[in-house]
């Protein structure tokens, strides 16, 4: 997915009117041609229009220039002159543009360093527009499923990590963890993930190896907790035992791990993909409460509950 030379980016991160400290490229034909150039500006209606007709892979920066766009986009956030509604689009679209580096590019470890930023962020976002949480789960225009997955999950886990009274420390490892989660499948057969339809059961073994890969990525690679690494490969096992690669049950599963498997089930059911409809978020959760019940822990699918019911009060 990546292009030598150059990230994408989506341009509903781009402030309208105002220069940019960055030239801005379009891919044509599978050509990478100067699209606006340092210093120039772009309308608003501009960046709708495009933004709509966009798929996700138009639009691009130079690597060299990825710190700059990153003190943009912290600027932008740190600014009193954007609504919280315009920094909750910007935090998750250019989150999102550094998800894919995450999934794609083959220097795994710089990936992994230049994501860490995407969790502080969204802490510091929640706690200080807590509002908006309904906003950034429901924000993108693409259909980049795994990418925004692993966002989607993050914000979960953080709201029901906070409901169970984590502290900012274990907040931040928890963030890491979930937004890690799927890391394994970077060694799963794009035809698998991407296929449309139900797996047969030569690809469901090769869908179920992504915790195993996602260890072994994680081990390969410094400054990981074990807390990561035990939320990455036990987040498909079962509260009551059956779950996988282990088998393991209960306290024998770490906590983020269980927080893990709740959002990541929740956000799977109730997320719009090429081949399935979503369940409505009572659906969702009636369904986990009911006949799925024995995958999860009790006490954090009751907080779940809580967290869903402060975000919908908060969007109303």
């Not at 990153?70 to 954007?82: F, K, V």
């Not at 079962?238 to 049950?249: L, N």
């Amino acid at each position: 997915m990546s292009t030598n030379g150059y990230f994408r980016i989506r341009l509903t991160t781009l402030i309208a009117n105002k220069p940019l400290p960055f030239n801005v490229y379009i891919l044509l034909d599978q050509k990478v041609i100067l699209y606006i150039k340092e210093g120039d500006t772009i309308s608003k209606e501009k960046i709708q229009s495009l933004h709509l007709k966009d798929s996700g892979e138009s639009f691009l920066l130079a690597l060299a220039d990825k710190e700059k766009y990153q003190h943009y986009i912290r600027d932008l956030m740190n600014s009193d002159l954007l609504p919280n509604s315009e920094k909750a689009t910007l935090l998750k679209e250019s989150s999102i543009a550094l998800l894919e580096d995450l999934f794609d590019n083959p220097d795994v470890k710089k990936a992994l360093d230049e994501s860490r930023p995407i969790i502080s962020n969204l802490i510091d976002f929640i706690n200080s527009a807590p509002n908006e949480m309904q906003n950034l789960i429901t924000l993108s225009g693409h259909d980049f499923y795994t990418y925004n997955h692993s966002f989607d999950v993050s914000i979960y886990s953080l709201g029901l990590g906070q409901a169970i009274g984590l502290g900012k420390t274990e907040l931040e490892e928890l963030g890491l963890s979930s937004l890690y989660h799927d890391l394994g499948k970077r060694l799963v057969p794009l035809e698998i993930l991407c296929k449309k339809g139900a797996l047969d059961d030569n690809e469901w073994v090769q869908m179920r190896m992504h915790p195993q890969f996602g260890l072994k990525i994680l081990n390969e690679h410094g400054n990981i907790s074990d807390a990561i690494k035990a939320a990455c490969y036990e987040h498909h096992e079962s509260w009551t035992g059956g779950g996988y690669p282990q088998g393991i049950s209960k306290q024998e599963i770490h906590p983020f791990a269980r927080i893990v498997a709740l959002t990541d089930t929740y956000d799977a059911m109730t997320t719009q993909r090429s081949y399935n409809t979503p369940m409505k978020p009572a659906d969702a959760l009636n369904l986990m409460n009911g006949n799925l019940a024995q995958r999860y822990d009790p006490d954090m699918l009751k907080a779940m509950y809580s967290v869903l019911f402060k975000m919908k009060k908060n969007a109303a």
